[in-house]
């Protein structure tokens, strides 16, 4: 039985209230990520030039207080409001995106989150050969409604993680959007969560398979700043892939 994300997978979550509106200046954090993805596609296999990460597995955590614009940025990067965002050129490595809301439960469901970026790697066609991947039993299995939701870290694995390694690399490094990831995370649980448990948050899961991740895909997430549990999560020792905060 083959198990299609519903509509209601890829609506709240892959959508912003900021779309569309036009965006001035933080025109240093787009050629830093510019830089990035450059480094991820320059690299052998992907890897980056520096070498920093596991095996090229390494991402960018942008941090801000309330209101200091970090959806706003998201919103650009993904539909650029100016001809100078569209010149650009980075929105059309964007692989897939999510957008974390305080006032939408369901955007903080790790298990939809995971049936979203499902969906939208299937509709890009950025990574060819990922639509037969993900039709197979394992990958159907994890996907069906309530495991998913009983198990987003074996979803993840099986219908993101192995058909995107086993994939042929793309042309040009793509990146992974999640903003206010740590929206749904109460302060310090990052810190609490035994190492052995099943993520509850996405946030959780993001930080727990990061350093799996192909080395040609960049991981951009934004967070508040006063969330320093957050910050560590994606940054602490327990991860070799680190995030680089902005």
Known sequence: MRTIP??????????????????YCRDWVFHKIHHCLQE????????????????????????GGPGSGKTALCA?????????????????????FHFCRADHADTLCAGAFVRGLVAQIRRGGLVPGYEEKVLEPAAQGALQPGECERNPAEAFKRCVLLPLLSAKPPPQALFLLVDSVDEGCQPGEGEQRSSAGSPRTIAELLASQHDFLPPWLLLI??????NKAITKLFTGSSSSAKMSVW
């Open 6 to 23: 519903s509509s209601s997978d890829v609506t709240m979550a892959h959508t912003s209230l900021l779309q569309g509106k036009r965006f």
């Open 40 to 63: 991820k596609t320059g690299g052998p296999s992907g890897a980056p030039a520096g070498g920093a990460g596991k095996a090229g597995s390494w991402g960018v955590l942008l941090v």
């Open 76 to 96: 650009e990067l993904l539909w650029p409001s100016s001809p100078q965002g569209v010149h650009r050129g980075l929105h059309p490595q964007g692989l897939a």
């Open 221 to 226: 997430c934004s967070a508040r700043r006063q």
